[in-house]
C-alpha cells in the first residue's frame, strides 16, 4: 500500500467524528428573552452588549426562514435547540494553556491541532472555539508585541469594547437576514481580530471551530478589523461529530478593511457531511460579508468546501473605497446526498474597483450544486470591472450542477465579464494518466487537483497541502 | 383593479358571443388572474424589470374592455413592400383578415376552437389574463410535407380607438411532419399606452421547421409582452429572432421543450434601445431527452435611461446526455444612465453534456474608435460602424436570406 492509500485507508470514515465526553453547561433549551440573558450574563457583557442581542431578536420576531434557495431541508424548530453550550471547566477560564482541560487538549490533538506543540512549532496563532466557546488562544506573547488583538470575543467585549461598539454589526447589521439576525442575537463567540495601523501581521492567525454536544447550534461570530496600511491573513478550519440528527451553524464573519488594509482569509470547512444515504450532517448557513471601506484596500476570499450536509453562504465584498479589490476563489465539493448552494457577491460602490471570482464546484454520487453569485456594478462606481469564471464538473448522472449568476451594470464605463462551463472528466484524459500507470482513481485525484489549481494555489502552504488531500478523499468512491 | 376588471370583463361578456362552456372556462381564468395580480419584481422572473410598476407608472388606470363586435379599418399602407407573403391582420385584439392567397389551400387548416386548458405548467398571471380576456383563439394546422412557398406575416396594430386598454391576442399553431413555416410578427403601433398580451404555442412534429421573427422597430409607447410556448419532437429545428427597439416596454418570453431526439433550438436577440427604454428577454430551454442542441446570442445597445434585461435557462435532465447549451449576452452601454442586468442560468442534471455560457458588458472600446478614426472618420461614423458591426453579428445568424435582407433594410444595417 503506498502512502496515499493509507492515508485514504485512515481517513476514509470522517475522520473527526468523535465525540469528547466533556460535561457541558447548557443553557435551557429554546430560543426567548430569558435565553438570551442567560447567555449575556453568564459572559458577563456590558447593557450595551445585551441590547444589542435583544433589539436583534425583536427584528428576527418579524422575519421569516428565505426559502429561495435551491437545496430543501426540512423545517427547524428554533425552540428545540440549545444556544449554548460550553465546557464545563471554562467557567473559569484557564489563564494559560497548562491550566486546559486535558480532555479539552486530546480533543484539540485528535483534530490535528495539539495546541501547545502548534505554539512552539508551527508559528501559526491559533484560537480554538469548543461548541461555542473559545477554549484557547496561542501566540498570545509574539501578538502583543506588534500591537496585535487576537483573542476571543468575549474577552473583546470585556477588553477592547470600544472597538468592538465601533465595528460590530457595521457590516452585518442586526436588521440583516434571518440567521444573520439569529446570530446576533444568540451568538455566543468567535474570534476578534484588530491590526493596528501600518502593521504587517507575522504569522498567520487560525481558528479552529469544533461542535461537540449534541441539539446544540453554533453561532460564532467573527470581527476582523485592519486598520490603515494593514495585512492580515486568516484561517478557519471546522469539524464535528458523527450524530444523525441534523446540526445547525449560523456563524456571521465580519471583516473590515481601512486605507490599503489587506485581508486574506481562507477556510477549509469540513464539517460532518451525513452518512452516505444523506443522514445526519451539519447545516452551514453561514453569512460572511467583506467591507473595503478605505482607498487601495483589499479583501480576498478563499474557501475549500468539502464537508456539511448543506452549505449555503455567500462570502460577499461591498467595495466602498475607490480602487478598491475584491476576490473570491471557492472549490466545492459535494459527494453522496451533500447539498451546496454558494457563491458570492460583489458590490461595487466605489470608483475604480475591481473584483475577480474563481468557483470551482465538483459534484458527485447523488449531490446537488448551485454557484450562486452577484455582480453589482452601482452608477457612481466608474472604471470599475469585474471578471468572474464558474466551472463545474459533473461524476456521474445522479448529481446536480447548477449556475445562477445576477449581473447589474449600471455604469457605462465598467466591464463586466463571466464566464462558465459545465464537463465532465473526459475519457481521453484518464486514458492518458491511465497510461502513463495511473490506476482510475490516482487518475481522476490528478485531473480534479488540476481543475482546482487556480484556487488551491492562493491558500497558505499548510492549509494547501491538508485542501488538497481533501479533494481527494471527498470523492472517494465517487470512480468508477 | 379587481372591481374595474370584473365590469370590464361583464361588459365583453355581454357585447361579444361566447358560449357557455367558453364563459365558465373564461371566469376560471379571470379568478386566477385577480387573485395573483399583475406579476411584480417580488417573483424571481420579473425581479429587473417590474410590469406591475411600469403598467402603473406608464399607464396609470387600464381599461380590460374591448369592443369585439366592430370591424376595424386595415391601413394597407403597414403593410411590408417588396416580399410576397401572406397575411393575418390584427387590430385592437381582433383578427381582421387571414390571407393564405399564396399556398395549397388544402395544406392549411385553419380552427378556430382550441382546447379550454392551457397543456403545460405555468405560474404566470399574464396568461391567466389572456386567457380570461381573449377574443377568439385560431389554431393554424400545416399539413405533413408541406413547405408554405411565401412567408406568414402576422401584422399587430392598434389605432386610436384604443386607449390605456389591455389588449390580448392568442395562436396556436401545429407544423406537421416535415413540414416548414417562416413566421414574421411585425409591430406597427399608433401610440396610445396599451398593454399588449401576445401567447402564441407551438407544437413542432418530427422534422418541422418553424422560423420565427420578431419585429418591434417603430417607436411607440406601448406596452408589450409576449409569451412563446414551443413543443419540439425529433429532429426540429426553431429559429427565434427578436428585434427588440420599439415600444417603451417590451418583453419576450420564450419556453421551449426540446421533447425529441436531434431537436433543436435557436433564439438570437437584438435590442436597440433609446430614451427611457426597457425591455427583456427571458428563455428556458428544457433539454430532456438526448442529443439535443440550444443556442442563444443576445446582443444590448443601450442609449440614455435605456435598460433591457436578459434572462436565459438551460435546464438538462438527467436523461438527456450529450447535450449541447450555450448562451451569450453583450452589451454595450453608451450612457451614463444607462443599465444591463443579466442573468444567465444553467440548471444541469446529466453528466456527459457540453453547456457553456457568457456574458460582457462595457462601453464601446476606445481604442477601436480611434484607430477608425485616424483612418478619417469622424466620432459619430466611427460609433455608428462598430456598432452596426455590433449588431450585425446577430442579424447574420438568421438562416433566411430572403427575410435577413429584409430585416437588415428594416434597421439600417450595412454590409
Not at chain 1, 460532518?272 to 452551514?284: C, L, S
Request: one cysteine or more.
Amino acid at each position: 500500500m503506498d502512502t496515499r492509500e493509507k492515508d485514504i485507508e485512515k481517513l476514509k470514515d470522517y475522520k473527526y467524528g468523535f465525540t469528547t465526553d466533556i460535561e457541558n453547561i447548557k443553557a435551557p433549551k429554546g430560543l426567548n428573552h430569558d435565553v438570551i440573558k442567560f447567555i449575556s450574563n453568564i459572559k458577563k457583557e456590558p447593557q450595551w452588549m445585551l441590547d444589542f442581542r435583544l433589539k436583534a431578536y425583536e427584528r428576527l420576531k418579524l422575519l421569516k426562514e428565505p426559502d429561495w434557495q435551491k437545496p430543501k431541508y426540512p423545517k427547524i424548530d428554533y425552540q428545540n435547540l440549545y444556544y449554548y453550550s460550553a465546557p464545563k471547566s471554562m467557567k473559569d477560564k484557564p489563564k494559560s494553556l497548562d491550566e486546559l482541560d486535558p480532555k479539552l487538549l486530546e480533543t484539540y490533538k485528535k483534530l490535528g491541532i495539539p495546541l501547545q506543540e502548534q505554539a512552539r512549532l508551527n508559528g501559526i496563532a491559533v484560537d480554538a472555539v469548543f461548541d461555542s466557546v473559545s477554549v484557547a488562544t496561542t501566540f498570545k506573547g509574539e501578538l502583543t508585541k506588534h500591537g496585535i488583538i487576537f483573542c476571543s470575543m468575549s474577552e473583546a467585549i470585556q477588553k477592547h469594547p470600544d472597538l468592538v461598539k465601533k465595528y460590530l454589526g457595521t457590516v452585518i447589521p442586526v436588521t440583516d437576514h434571518f440567521y444573520a439576525t439569529l446570530n446576533s442575537a444568540v451568538f455566543t463567540d468567535g474570534s476578534f481580530v484588530y491590526i493596528p495601523e501600518g502593521v504587517k501581521c507575522p504569522m498567520e492567525l487560525s481558528t479552529y471551530f469544533r461542535i461537540n454536544a449534541s441539539e446544540t447550534g453554533q453561532f460564532e461570530r467573527t470581527l476582523i478589523v485592519a486598520d490603515k496600511g494593514s495585512y492580515v491573513s486568516y484561517l478557519e478550519g471546522c469539524t464535528a461529530p458523527m450524530r444523525d440528527e441534523n446540526q445547525l451553524h449560523a456563524a456571521n464573519v465580519e471583516l473590515i478593511a481601512l486605507d490599503d488594509a489587506e485581508i486574506k482569509y481562507s477556510t477549509v470547512q469540513n464539517w460532518y457531511p451525513g452518512d452516505e444515504n444523506g443522514k445526519g450532517g451539519i447545516y452551514n448557513f453561514v453569512t460572511k460579508r467583506g467591507l473595503c471601506k478605505g482607498k487601495n484596500s483589499k479583501i480576498s476570499w478563499t474557501q475549500v468546501e468539502t464537508g456539511s450536509a448543506i452549505t449555503w453562504k455567500y462570502p460577499s465584498c461591498i467595495l466602498k473605497g475607490d480602487n478598491s479589490i475584491g476576490e473570491f476563489y471557492s472549490i466545492a465539493i459535494t459527494n453522496n446526498h451533500q447539498k451546496a448552494d454558494t457563491g458570492t457577491k460583489m458590490i461595487h460602490l466605489g470608483k475604480n474597483t475591481k473584483s475577480k471570482i474563481i468557483s470551482k464546484g465538483i459534484s458527485a454520487g447523488f449531490s446537488d450544486m448551485t454557484y450562486r453569485g452577484l455582480v453589482d456594478i452601482s452608477s457612481k462606481a466608474k472604471n470599475s470591472s469585474n471578471y468572474t469564471q464558474c466551472d463545474s464538473l459533473l461524476m456521474g448522472n445522479k448529481c446536480g450542477a447548477h449556475t445562477v449568476p445576477y449581473i447589474k451594470n449600471k455604469n457605462f464605463d465598467s466591464n463586466i465579464a463571466h464566464e462558465a462551463t459545465t464537463s465532465k472528466i473526459s475519457e481521453e484524459q484518464l486514458h492518458y494518466c491511465q497510461q502513463r500507470g495511473l490506476n482510475p482513481e490516482e487518475a481522476v485525484g490528478l485531473i480534479v487537483n488540476g481543475f482546482c489549481k487556480e484556487v488551491l494555489q492562493q491558500l497558505p502552504m499548510e492549509f494547501a497541502v491538508e485542501a488538497q488531500k481533501l479533494v481527494g478523499i471527498s470523492l472517494e468512491g465517487s470512480v468508477g | 383593479m379587481s372591481e374595474q376588471i370584473q365590469l370590464d370583463f361583464d361588459k365583453i361578456i355581454k357585447t361579444s358571443k361566447f358560449s357557455n362552456e367558453e364563459i365558465q372556462s373564461k371566469k376560471i381564468f379571470l379568478k386566477k388572474f385577480i387573485e395573483n395580480g399583475f406579476p411584480n419584481r417580488k417573483q424571481e422572473d420579473w425581479k429587473f424589470l417590474d410590469i406591475n410598476q411600469i403598467i402603473k407608472k406608464n399607464i396609470g388606470d387600464l381599461s380590460f374592455f374591448n369592443d369585439y363586435s366592430l370591424p376595424n379599418k386595415i391601413d394597407p399602407s403597414n403593410f411590408v413592400d417588396g416580399l410576397e407573403h401572406n397575411k393575418i391582420i390584427f387590430i385592437n385584439g381582433r383578427i381582421e383578415k387571414i390571407d393564405f392567397s399564396y399556398e395549397d389551400q388544402n395544406k392549411i387548416e385553419i380552427k378556430d376552437e382550441i382546447e379550454k386548458n392551457i397543456s403545460f405548467d405555468y405560474q404566470n398571471s399574464l396568461i391567466d389574463l389572456n386567457s380570461a380576456f381573449i377574443n377568439k383563439v385560431f389554431k393554424i394546422i400545416v399539413s405533413k410535407n408541406y413547405s408554405l412557398k411565401k412567408p406568414l406575416i402576422i401584422y399587430h396594430s392598434t389605432n386610436d380607438k384604443v386607449k390605456s386598454t389591455n389588449v390580448n391576442l392568442r395562436l396556436d399553431f401545429e407544423l406537421g411532419e416535415n413540414s416548414c413555416l417562416r413566421l414574421i410578427d411585425f409591430f406597427t403601433d399608433n401610440t396610445n399606452k396599451n398593454f399588449i398580451n401576445i401567447f402564441y404555442n407551438f407544437n413542432l412534429l418530427k422534422d418541422s421547421i418553424l422560423k420565427n421573427y420578431k419585429i418591434d422597430k417603430f417607436k411607440n409607447d406601448n406596452l408589450k409582452y409576449s409569451f412563446n410556448n414551443i413543443e419540439q419532437k425529433d429532429n426540429s429545428v426553431s429559429e427565434t429572432f427578436i428585434l427588440s427597439a420599439g415600444s417603451d416596454y417590451f418583453k419576450n418570453e420564450i419556453n421551449c421543450n426540446l421533447n425529441g431526439e436531434y431537436s433543436s433550438a435557436f433564439i438570437n436577440g437584438v435590442f436597440s434601445l433609446k430614451e427611457n427604454q426597457q425591455h427583456e428577454i427571458r428563455t428556458t430551454i428544457n433539454h430532456l431527452v438526448e442529443n439535443t442542441k440550444s443556442y442563444q446570442l443576445i446582443k444590448s445597445v443601450l442609449g440614455k435611461n435605456a435598460k433591457s434585461a436578459y434572462q436565459g435557462k438551460i435546464f438538462v435532465n438527467s436523461k438527456a446526455q450529450k447535450t449541447d447549451g450555450y448562451q451569450l449576452s453583450k452589451a454595450i452601454l453608451l450612457d451614463q444612465t444607462s443599465e444591463f442586468n443579466a442573468k444567465p442560468e444553467l440548471e444541469i442534471y446529466a453528466d456527459d453534456v457540453k453547456c457553456s455560457h457568457g456574458s460582457a458588458s462595457g462601453s464601446l472600446n476606445e481604442e477601436s474608435i480611434f484607430y477608425l478614426m485616424s483612418r478619417g472618420l469622424n466620432y459619430r461614423q466611427s460609433k455608428e460602424l462598430l456598432i452596426n458591426g455590433f449588431l450585425l453579428d446577430v442579424v447574420e445568424k438568421i438562416t433566411d436570406s430572403e427575410i435577413k435582407n429584409l430585416i437588415k433594410n428594416i434597421i439600417g444595417l450595412k454590409e
